[in-house]
């Protein structure tokens, strides 16, 4: 069975640019998170879908943060300007999702470096 | 607001040596707290979860266990081997709009040398 998958893996850009990325959960999974993760430090979350909703995005920078989950499966991610700051690498994790706590373990992508320049 | 501690920031060890690495918790209001592995340029594999009613998991050499009314757990690496060289995160699931959301420490880098 695949694992979550992302792309791009990595993301060049000078500043003010606009950026995406995008991410495609595993088969089944309802639940849906992107994560940032700076270097050194652990992830932090930026936004969680249940199926098609945004149920928590207020980690999300809303000035120049997107996300969308069309259809309840693929999701993208989009900065746009980018700024220096940004740079990071951005996590894709999916779960079964539904369930309040109990055994929801979250898999996780291999996550898009991106560097501003 | 969830605060979570991971101590040592790294750990450097010849192999065969059986380790413990830290993780404490500010609220003790959790569902579950998770370990997880992350590899170098890559995303983080799930090692252990424990329910907020457990005490421990065992998995093959992995052994976590958690004092929810302290705040803490600790992960035990039986054995170490240089395969299990990587960056250790615990992970707390925190009671959030009544669906699990994880925070995350910051960390222990684990070197095992041959």
């Known amino acids: 069975e695949a694992g979550v998958v992302q792309s791009p893996r990595y993301k060049i850009i000078e500043k003010k640019q606009p950026v995406a990325f995008w991410c495609n959960p595993i088969s089944g999974h309802n639940t849906l998170y992107w994560y940032l993760q700076n270097l050194g430090q652990g992830p932090e979350l930026l936004i969680r879908?249940?199926?098609?909703?945004?149920?928590?995005d207020s980690q999300l920078p809303k000035d120049r943060f997107s996300a969308e989950r069309l259809k309840g499966v693929d999701s993208t991610l989009k900065i746009q300007p980018a700024e220096l700051g940004d740079s990071a690498v951005y996590l894709c994790?999916?779960?079964?999702?539904?369930?309040?706590?109990?055994?929801?373990?979250?898999?996780f992508g291999p996550g898009t470096r991106l560097t501003v320049l | 607001k969830q605060e979570v501690t991971q101590i040592p920031a790294a750990l450097s060890v010849p192999e065969g040596e059986n380790l413990v690495l830290n993780c404490s918790f500010t609220d003790s209001a959790i569902y579950n707290l998770q370990w997880f592995r992350q590899d170098p340029g890559k995303g983080l594999t799930s090692l252990l979860l424990i329910q907020s009613s457990q005490r421990e998991q065992t998995s093959g050499r992995l052994n976590a266990s958690l004092d929810k009314s302290s705040g803490r757990s600790t992960l035990y690496i039986a054995a170490s081997q240089p395969g299990d060289s990587a960056t250790y995160l615990c992970a707390v699931g925190g009671m959030n709009t009544g669906f699990q959301k994880l925070v995350f420490g910051t960390g222990t880098r684990l070197l095992v040398s041959p």
């Open positions: 879908y249940e199926n098609e909703e945004a149920v928590d």
């Open positions: 994790a999916s779960s079964l999702g539904g369930l309040a706590g109990g055994t929801d373990t979250q898999y």
